[in-house]
């Protein structure tokens, strides 16, 4: 499965995607706000093959961020799969993105996640001190809903990120 939006698109990983993955993970410039991994590549590459099951038991997703010319630029994954809710996280861009792929990736994964699976709302945690990234989801409308020493909680309604796409598309037309 591919989403394509203007200048990027998001695609399922692979296991050969393993090598690109550790390095955004391993990258200090990237992993400040990550969960440590580990640095073995047949690892992750273990992992991607035990994801796939989940993949197809529709539990979670995990995809590679693209531009559109195929040059990979980050990941980001939807899990933690509720009643009317979907979290996502793992989200990391490197210096290959595109101007706007951080927006353009926040919105294909709301369309995966309010179309393709039908949830309404979406709940997401963001480690403490990473400023950029809770400005961007309160500038697309998420409300903070709770905290704990190392995490903010965050949901945001369907609604919000339609509203926020609306004000997005008006300003640049």
């Known amino acids: 499965m591919i989403l394509k939006s203007k200048t990027i698109q998001i695609r399922f990983v692979e296991e050969s995607d393993a090598e690109f993955i550790l390095k955004l993970r391993l990258d200090k410039k990237y992993n400040q706000f990550l969960s440590s991994v580990n640095s073995d590549v047949q690892a992750q590459k273990d992992w991607i093959k035990k994801y796939k099951n989940d993949e197809l038991k529709r539990a979670q997703f995990y995809f590679i961020i693209e531009r559109n010319d195929g040059t990979p630029c980050g ?64 500038k697309m409308g998420a409300i903070k809903v709770g905290e704990d020493e190392l995490n903010e909680y965050f949901n945001i309604t369907k609604e919000a990120v339609v509203e926020a796409k609306n004000k997005l598309n008006a300003r640049f037309q």
């Open 75 to 138: 990941t980001v994954r939807i899990y933690d799969l509720q009643e009317d809710s979907f979290c996502w996280g793992s989200w990391i861009l490197n210096e290959n993105k595109t101007r706007y792929a951080a927006l353009e990736s926040a919105f294909l994964v709301y369309q995966f996640g309010f179309d393709e699976l039908g949830f309404v709302k979406s709940h997401f945690d963001v480690r403490k001190g990473n400023e950029r990234v809770i400005s961007f989801h309160e």
